[in-house]
């Protein structure tokens, strides 16, 4: 649980404190890269290589 606050001084009053949730979900795998997959570099300068994952 995380709660945010905010003090108030002589312009504002003091804003109610707000509780909410936070969720973290934990990835266990990476998804797989297909040998159809190119990379390709940004900027590609006018020519560039092919480089296949595998």
Do not use: C, K, W
């Amino acid at each position: 649980m995380i709660t945010a606050h905010q003090s108030g001084n002589s312009n504002y009053e003091e804003a109610e404190s707000i509780p909410r949730e936070l969720v973290v979900q934990l990835v266990t795998a990476i998804e797989p890269i297909f040998e159809a997959n190119d990379i390709y570099p940004n900027p590609t300068g006018g020519s560039y290589n092919t480089y296949a994952i595998s």
